[in-house]
């Protein structure tokens, strides 16, 4: 349990180290809000090069992009680079300048959609690559035979189960919405839950994704707006893996993982393994269906890594979970990390903060400590 009191002699009490960095993390906030890197690296087409590959899986997608305007990019610029961050208190000072230099990554992630060598490299220097100890693990799970559920659960049902999960945690300010990309997830910008109207889902599906998605996305999101600074709440730099790790660990200790979810964290490893090794779009997934993926679960995997031209951030489910696990072997308390966005290798920082006051305790708990 997290339990810490503020010293009142601190000479960087909560008041004053709040004052001090409230302008920088605003700005910060504002650009990240601007910047929403999956929307811009998803295809517009993308559900056009889908049937045509099921017809024909030897063909390369051609993918398009959603124009980016100068101004819209040079506002985004502007926002990153509007104060200088101050160093009245170093590790403070480090983790905005780091979240500044993540941010002018990403929107230079942006700019490089289509350029397969420069989005992947961009991609490698924000979210690093499989390690040959991961690319084990994943081949070892793909092995496992595959249950291939039927897809029976529709997207109105998921939306219905993911309201209730809303208004049972308390998060009344937070919303369902539907948008046009098959990927689900949390935009905590604006406080939503995107769906895709269009997608079927297994029937495990949907306590699974509630659990993965409001009882940590959205849960640690929530924690992170009560702190006094929203980069608690948008994400501190090297959050990721930790965040995907979380939810993909919370679906197995609240007994809604199954292999095949298990077998898609592995796939996306391999598919993340076969962009930096160089394979095509059409490689990558035949690799994917060597290991017993249908048809279109290869191209929706091989898109994911894919889309901009090569986008690594994939294997990090996989990555996480393992980390995770590591940390609660090692007794680490799951509770620390629903605090905000954060990474396992943010909590002596985390400590720090709540001895000083500056951060409060989590009052969202999701489904990890019931």
């Not at 799970?141 to 291939?148: F, H, N, V, W």
Request: glycine share 6%.
């Amino acid at each position: 349990m997290i339990s810490h009191s503020p010293q009142a002699d601190d000479p960087l009490y909560a008041p004053d180290l709040i004052g001090v960095y409230a302008a920088v993390d605003r700005s910060l906030a504002r650009a990240a809000s601007l910047i929403r890197t999956i929307e811009w690296i998803t295809p517009s087409n993308a559900a056009e090069e889908r049937e045509r590959f099921l017809v024909n899986p030897t063909l390369e997608p051609l993918f398009t992009y959603s124009p980016r305007s100068e101004e819209e990019k040079a506002s985004l610029l502007a926002l990153i680079g509007e104060n200088e961050i101050p160093s009245i208190e170093p590790t403070l000072h480090g983790l905005f300048e780091e979240r500044k230099n993540e941010l002018s990554l990403e929107s230079a992630l942006i700019d490089a959609r289509g350029d397969r060598a420069e989005m992947t490299r961009l991609s490698q220097t924000i979210y690093g690559v499989p390690s040959p100890s991961l690319l084990t693990i994943a081949e070892a799970i793909l092995t496992e035979t595959p249950e291939s559920s039927p897809f029976t659960l529709s997207s109105q049902e998921i939306y219905a189960l993911f309201d209730d999960a809303l208004h049972q945690l308390g998060l009344s300010d937070w919303k369902v919405s539907y948008w046009e990309n098959r990927t689900t997830m949390v935009r905590q910008e604006t406080k939503e839950i995107l769906l895709s109207k269009e997608r079927t889902f297994r029937a495990n599906d949907g306590a699974r994704l509630v659990v993965h998605e409001i009882g940590v996305h959205a849960t640690r999101a929530a924690n992170g707006y009560r702190q006094p600074f929203t980069i608690f709440a948008l994400g501190l730099p090297g959050y990721l893996a930790t965040e995907e790790g979380l939810a993909s660990y919370a679906e197995q200790v609240c007994g809604y993982s199954d292999i095949d979810t298990l077998r898609t964290y592995a796939a996306r490893v391999i598919a993340v393994d076969a962009l930096v090794s160089g394979a095509s779009f059409v490689e990558t997934a035949e690799r994917l269906r060597s290991h017993n993926l249908s048809l279109s679960e290869s191209f929706d995997v091989t898109l994911r890594v894919f889309r901009g031209g090569g986008f690594t951030k994939d294997y990090l489910y996989l990555k996480g979970l393992s980390d995770v696990r590591a940390y609660v072997e090692r007794g680490g308390d799951v509770e620390e990390l629903l605090i905000g966005k954060i990474a396992i290798e943010h909590l002596p920082l985390v400590s720090s903060l709540l001895s000083k006051g500056v951060l409060k305790a989590p009052q969202c708990r999701g489904y990890l400590t019931l």
